[in-house]
């Protein structure tokens, strides 16, 4: 079953007001409850969730263990907050985030990594609103990390890739168009030579090279 948003298509807005991400598996609930208690649907089901729609199919997954069998998330986000700092950069995101918003909280990490079913999560390195960063697979990754690896030593390791990680995507996100041709021509010319680079890497068409870079680069 695929159902519209409140206030999107014929859905209202209901008691509560519009989209956010409580009113969100609200009505996800909502939408569970009518197939099993009206439309009297039987056995396992599977969800399936994509950008904001991996709000509600992560929390009935691991709300609803003896009815949702399958959980498919597809180019979501971890944390609207954490969205929302990549997408506008800025001392005052942060602030301006928690007075609009009331400090949303999804927990999308936490719910798909405690549901209890078969799960698939699925990201798009070039996706135009969800960055890597931002993505469900990191922050799974990430809160898996900081929960297995007790070790101070591995924490300050971990905590500095993802450091090193985020300096990196920052200075490449404000090269100057010279500079990202210089850096094109330099991977080209290696790409030419076949010097130091991955095995198969050589025969990377130059223009989807170029397009690549120009597309990490806005």
Same mark, same amino acid.
């Given at each position: ?42 056995? /396992? ?47 005052? $995101? ?10 949303? $909280? ?12 078969? /799960? ?25 990390? /900081? ?25 490449? $996100? ?45």
């Amino acid at each position: 079953m695929c159902w519209n948003y409140r206030d999107y298509g014929n859905s209202t807005n209901g008691l509560f007001g519009r989209i956010n991400p409580y009113n969100c598996k609200l009505d996800a609930e909502r939408v569970l409850d009518f197939i099993v208690n009206q439309m009297k649907l039987r056995g /396992k089901i599977g969800v399936y969730g994509r950008s904001l729609g991996g709000i509600a199919s992560c929390h009935l997954a691991n709300k609803f263990p003896k009815i949702v069998q399958t959980l498919l998330v597809d180019r979501t986000f971890n944390e609207v907050a954490e969205l929302s700092y990549r997408r506008l950069p800025g001392r005052f $995101t942060k602030f301006l985030y928690r007075l609009i918003s009331f400090n949303w $909280t999804a927990w999308n990490d936490r719910n798909f990594i405690e549901a209890q079913c078969y /799960k698939i999560v699925t990201c798009d390195p070039l996706d135009d609103v969800v960055d890597n960063l931002s993505s469900l697979p990191v922050g799974v990754a990430t809160k898996y990390a /900081k929960n297995k690896y007790q070790d101070e030593i591995c924490k300050n390791f971990f905590n500095s890739l993802v450091i090193l990680h985020q300096l990196e995507d920052l200075l490449f $996100t404000k090269l100057k168009d010279f500079e990202k041709e210089f850096l094109y021509s330099l991977i080209s010319s290696n790409v030419e030579c076949g010097i130091n680079l991955p095995s198969g890497f050589s025969d990377f068409p130059k223009q989807a090279l170029k397009e690549s870079i120009n597309q990490g680069s806005r």
